[in-house]
């Protein structure tokens, strides 16, 4: 009993001499952090910089978050009591020294000075302490940051980082920070920097070679040699990215050019009809994405996402009963007479961007990508958006549902029996009034659905239309009037053409270049790329 009893004492005192150790180490930070933050009362550079060393050295959970204040402006100093505060991102204010949350700051406070030199150490010493951070995007920036800034003093505490990181995509950043660091160094040695220049060669990107070209002089011959090596190695990959980039803008812009002209290449190839307003058909769709949007934030703001899938079917049916009105009313007196149904047409398009003036006024309208439409993504060295992204993919799938519907459907059979032969289909029975109605309208949808997208990347104004009129009529008389798969080649051969071309002539000449390409290229063939087949075409 004697002898538990003796355990129980030693325990307890253990215990207790634990505490105490833990209080004592608590208390020895607390009151290191506090003389170090006294330094920020002193109003003096040398102090401050003094400061964010020792602060960045303690080990103190909040130092993250006063340092950051630092950099931003937010960390005040009460000139009486000389107590010095930090404003955290929410606004909410703290005791420097603790960390705590103060329900009231004094209302006369002064703002740390800091300079160009502070703000660079602030933000080494806040790469430096979110290199253990749990989120992996915070550890990712933080080496970037490294890498920009080649802090030598870091490197102690990214090669501690680096022996314990999980995550191999933080593991390379780490790495190639670590690289950057000891090529800037005179101290490295020959093999270190050997290894440096190759992790940076895999790296690959101008940010590498810029690193690469500012090597040390003490930097050894077969250094330079190798690094001279990697420099033509990233150059010549750049290039590359830099073609392979130009064709990715090019598939984008082609995506826009086929979403506004394959309503266009429907009813110029079943009726027959150049339909100048048909530019103003994408603008409506524009203008219905920008109604159903606001309807949302007035009614509905927490659902904000779904005003894009709610605007694609609401513009596909406003645009497409106002192509069905404008056919019914003007264009069905017109058939046979094409300068007329131009001009009427023509007519039509200043009626509707005038009404839209007057409706919703002559200036831009702001619509909102929702989040998975914003943002861009890094894919071996290409940069791509979100919103272009799926805009080519929606493009894509419009297309391939296009086709279906014209092979899988009566009302598609019979369009293309109209294109093909307007005679002999009227012979067999079909409506062809009602056909061309329904093809005026659905290419009118179409148009509206072209809108939606275009609101994403352009601005939705009442000349919206006008801006791709041009280039959708070039599309489908280069592709072959009335044939989807010729829009299609078209359009993203035109689009990847316009890219190539613009680096050279410039954007307005590149335009004018392939416009006198395209008039010699009809001298030769007149029916496009892909000209349709049928008698009555033929004839």
């Known amino acids: 009993m004697l002898r538990t009893q003796n355990k129980l004492?030693?325990?307890?005192?253990?215990?207790?001499?634990?505490?105490?150790?833990?209080?004592?180490?608590?208390?020895?930070?607390?009151?290191?952090?506090?003389?170090?933050?006294?330094?920020?009362?002193?109003?003096?550079?040398?102090?401050?910089?003094?400061?964010?060393?020792?602060?960045?050295?303690?080990?103190?959970?909040?130092?993250?978050?006063?340092?950051?204040?630092?950099g931003a402006g937010r960390l005040f100093v009460d000139p009486e009591t000389k107590t010095v505060y930090y404003r955290d991102a929410s606004g909410k204010a703290h005791l420097a020294a603790t960390g705590a949350e103060v329900s009231s700051a004094p209302a006369k406070l002064d703002t740390v000075r800091v300079n160009n030199r502070i703000r660079s150490d602030v933000a080494n010493a806040v790469g430096a302490l979110t290199?253990?951070?749990?989120?992996?995007?915070?550890?990712?920036?933080?080496?970037e940051a490294l890498f920009k800034s080649r802090d030598a003093s870091a490197l102690e505490a990214l090669d501690?980082?680096?022996?314990?990181?999980?995550?191999?995509?933080?593991?390379?950043?780490?790495?190639?920070?670590?690289?950057?660091?000891?090529?800037?160094?005179?101290?490295?040695?020959?093999?270190?920097?050997?290894?440096?220049?190759?992790t940076l060669r895999a790296r690959g990107d101008p940010s590498a070679a810029a690193v690469l070209r500012g090597l040390p002089a003490s930097a050894d011959a077969e250094t330079r040699s190798l690094a001279a090596n990697a420099?033509?190695?990233?150059?010549?990959?750049?290039?590359?990215?830099?073609?392979?980039?130009?064709?990715?803008?090019?598939?984008?812009?082609g995506s826009v050019l086929l979403l506004a002209a394959i309503g266009l290449a429907i009813t110029?190839?079943?009726?027959?009809?150049?339909?100048m307003a048909h530019g103003e058909m994408v603008m409506l769709g524009a203008y219905t994405t920008f109604v159903v949007q606001e309807v949302f934030r007035a009614y509905a703001p927490a659902y904000m996402g779904w005003s894009?899938?709610?605007?694609?079917p609401m513009a596909f049916l406003f645009t497409g009963l106002v192509g069905i009105a404008i056919e019914r009313g003007i264009i069905r007196f017109l058939y046979g007479r094409p300068l007329e149904t131009l001009l009427a047409t023509w007519g039509v398009s200043l009626i509707l961007q005038q009404a839209v003036r007057t409706i919703f006024g002559p200036t831009n309208r702001e619509v909102t990508a929702p989040s998975y439409m914003s943002g861009a993504f890094d894919f071996m060295g290409l940069s791509i958006t979100w919103?272009?992204?799926?805009?080519?993919?929606?493009?894509?799938?419009?297309?391939?549902?296009?086709?279906?519907?014209?092979?899988?459907?009566?009302?598609?059979?019979q369009m293309r029996a109209v294109t093909q032969n307007r005679r002999m289909a009227s012979s067999m029975g079909i409506r062809t009034p009602f056909v061309d109605a329904m093809t005026f309208g659905f290419g009118s949808g179409l148009a509206g659905l072209a809108g939606v997208a275009l609101s994403q990347i352009d601005n939705v104004s009442p000349n919206l239309g006008q801006t791709y009129i041009i280039d959708s009529f070039m599309v489908v008389v280069f592709g072959g009037v009335g044939n989807l798969w010729g829009t299609l080649v078209s359009a993203?051969?035109?689009?990847?053409?316009?890219?190539?071309?613009?680096?050279?002539?410039?954007?307005?000449?590149?335009?004018?270049?392939?416009?006198?390409?395209?008039?010699?290229?009809?001298?030769?063939?007149?029916?496009?790329?892909?000209?349709?087949?049928?008698?009555a075409v033929e004839a």
Do not use: C
């Not at 325990?11 to 006294?38: P, Q």
């Not at 894009?308 to 694609?312: D, N, Y």
């Open 131 to 143: 290199l253990r951070a749990t989120d992996p995007a915070r550890r990712i920036a933080a080496a």
């Open 231 to 253: 420099i033509a190695a990233i150059e010549q990959r750049q290039k590359i990215i830099g073609y392979v980039q130009n064709v990715w803008y090019g598939f984008s812009l």
């Open 492 to 535: 993203f051969a035109l689009g990847v053409a316009n890219k190539f071309m613009e680096p050279m002539a410039g954007a307005v000449l590149a335009k004018i270049f392939i416009l006198v390409l395209l008039i010699l290229f009809i001298q030769k063939r007149p029916r496009g790329l892909f000209a349709l087949k049928g008698r």
């Open 387 to 413: 919103g272009r992204m799926w805009i080519i993919l929606f493009t894509l799938v419009l297309f391939a549902a296009l086709l279906v519907a014209l092979k899988a459907t009566p009302l598609g059979l």
């Open 9 to 70: 004492v030693r325990f307890g005192g253990r215990v207790a001499l634990l505490l105490a150790a833990l209080w004592l180490m608590a208390f020895g930070a607390l009151a290191d952090i506090s003389k170090s933050v006294a330094r920020f009362a002193e109003d003096s550079f040398p102090e401050t910089r003094q400061a964010v060393e020792e602060i960045s050295a303690s080990g103190v959970d909040h130092v993250a978050e006063l340092l950051e204040a630092l």
């Open 268 to 275: 110029f190839g079943v009726m027959g009809v150049i339909n």
């Open 160 to 198: 501690a980082a680096i022996k314990v990181e999980k995550d191999a995509r933080v593991a390379k950043k780490f790495a190639e920070a670590r690289a950057a660091i000891l090529l800037a160094r005179d101290a490295t040695s020959r093999q270190e920097r050997l290894e440096a220049v190759e």
């Open 308 to 312: 894009l899938p709610i605007a694609l």
